[in-house]
């Protein structure tokens, strides 16, 4: 199946600073999602983006399919941005999407400080 | 709009036993997948259904199943209890049209004593 890599795997910040996560892909995809979940367990979508670039407030995302690769862009942090950033992923298949089914990378636990 | 309702929120079982899972879906919203989270596995999918059909399923043992009902809603059931199934349960919801996003519920935290 499908690998995904997630870097960096913790990454720890002072309030107020910006950050890049990283989700390598070894396969083309029709659909990559990145989630934060939050201390309480529940997974927040953050971008629905395959392709291409997205921005909502503080956060933007970038995939570049042909290489394989998405990032996630945090700028100016804040505490409540703590928790684990998920990269998810379905790979492009000639018989169509597999319903429902993300595969997910292994997370990135970001820590924010005041 | 209501989210995705996943109950109960907490769990514990003795091995051996069995467990039903509950997941409301967002209003309109007619497919339902479920995952496993554990720390050493991950996320991992079990299965999605589809006005009451499993279209998907993952790489689980058959102690695992499921079933939708007529409004969406849906259920899991783990039989006979192993301490590996302590975990996250969580579900999604959305549209079932194809390449969608997934919307999550707060997921179910299993304890297998």
């Known amino acids: 199946g499908i690998q995904v890599e997630q870097s960096p795997p913790d990454l720890i910040l002072q309030e107020g600073a910006n950050s890049t996560l990283r989700c390598n892909f070894s396969?083309?995809?029709?659909?990559l999602q990145w989630f934060h979940q939050n201390p309480w367990g529940q997974l927040i979508n953050l971008f629905y983006i395959p392709s291409g670039t997205k921005q909502n407030g503080r956060l933007s995302a970038t995939t570049v399919a042909t290489e394989r690769y998405s990032l996630l862009y945090i700028s100016s942090s804040q505490t409540t941005d703590s928790g684990v950033y998920f990269c998810a992923v379905d790979r492009r298949t000639a018989g169509g999407t597999s319903y429902g089914k993300l595969t997910f990378g292994q997370g990135t636990i970001l820590t924010v400080h005041p | 709009k209501a989210g995705v309702t996943q109950t109960p929120r907490y769990l514990i079982k003795t091995r051996g036993q069995q467990v039903t899972l509950s997941c409301s879906p967002i209003s309109g919203h007619r497919s339902v997948s479920w995952y496993q989270q554990t720390p050493g596995q991950g996320l991992q999918f079990l299965f999605e259904y589809f006005s009451e059909t499993q279209r998907n399923k993952g790489n689980f043992p058959g102690r695992f199943s499921g079933r939708q009902f007529s409004n969406s809603r849906s259920e899991m059931n783990v039989s006979t209890l192993e301490l590996g199934d302590s975990a996250l349960y969580l579900c999604?919801?959305?549209?079932?049209?194809?390449?969608?996003?997934?919307?999550f519920g707060s997921g179910t935290q299993l304890s297998v004593l």
């Open positions: 396969d083309s995809v029709n659909n």
């Open positions: 999604a919801s959305s549209k079932g049209q194809g390449i969608e996003k997934l919307f």
